[in-house]
């Protein structure tokens, strides 16, 4: 299969976590397959990406560079880097989005993360015009617009901010009522302590939605 984009992203073990944001978005990104009965209006804009966390933010290759050789890279990466225990995931609203965000100390995943965005740099194609008129409209801080050209996103190392997309930009008269339906539907399943002990590469194919192309462990 052919991917246009690549990205690192936690996403969960098999299981009844990884089954209910699935549903939830109406993708399952472990088989890219579209899967539930989503409402659009909540989820149609994350839907694309699957139930996942952001590691290393979405790529182009660099000319020169072959999907293989990010496999290969990907697989050493993750063998190198020890396995993360976080508290727990709640239910957050961030901005104008519903989310599920760690609980408790997140410095070691914050590493990680950091690691995964520079170790695996050589792969990235610097970011184009239009990506960066794209990023800047949000109206980044000084720090943030140097990582966005130095890194090829904003919100990395110390803006980086560990989170799992649920919805898109809600209004303010459908906030209470996703916050409940997102509470029922993921409450019986929210780790506490959540164990992250594996990573995996996902691609956007060429109709838009990213699929898993390999999980590899941790450690």
């Not at 410095?107 to 995964?116: F, Q, T």
């Not at 617009?145 to 919805?167: E, Q």
Request: charged letters at 20%; hydrophobic letters at 40%.
């Amino acid at each position: 299969m052919i991917f246009t984009r690549y990205a690192v992203y936690l996403t969960p073990d098999p299981g009844p976590l990884a089954q209910a944001g699935a549903t939830w978005l109406g993708w399952d990104i472990a088989t890219g397959s579209a899967v539930g009965t989503p409402d659009d209006s909540i989820t149609k804009r994350p839907r694309k990406y699957g139930f996942h966390g952001t590691i290393k933010p979405p790529f182009r290759l660099i000319d020169g560079q072959t999907p293989d050789g990010l496999k290969h890279a990907f697989k050493r990466f993750c063998a190198d880097v020890r396995p993360v225990m976080l508290q727990g995931l709640t239910l957050a609203q961030i901005g104008g989005f519903i989310a599920l965000v760690p609980t408790g100390d997140v410095s070691e995943l914050a590493n990680l993360a950091g690691r995964a965005v520079s170790d695996l740099d050589s792969f990235r194609a610097p970011p184009t015009d239009q990506d960066l008129v794209r990023r800047r409209q949000a109206r980044l801080t000084a720090d943030q617009d140097a990582n966005l050209l130095k890194w090829g996103y904003p919100y990395v190392f110390k803006d980086f901010r560990f989170h799992m997309t649920l919805t898109g930009p809600l209004k303010r008269d459908q906030l209470d009522t996703v916050i409940t339906q997102a509470n029922d539907h993921f409450a019986p399943c929210l780790p506490a302590p959540f164990s992250i002990k594996s990573l995996t590469l996902s691609g956007e194919r060429e109709d838009g939605m990213f699929q898993e192309i390999l999980r590899c462990p941790l450690g």
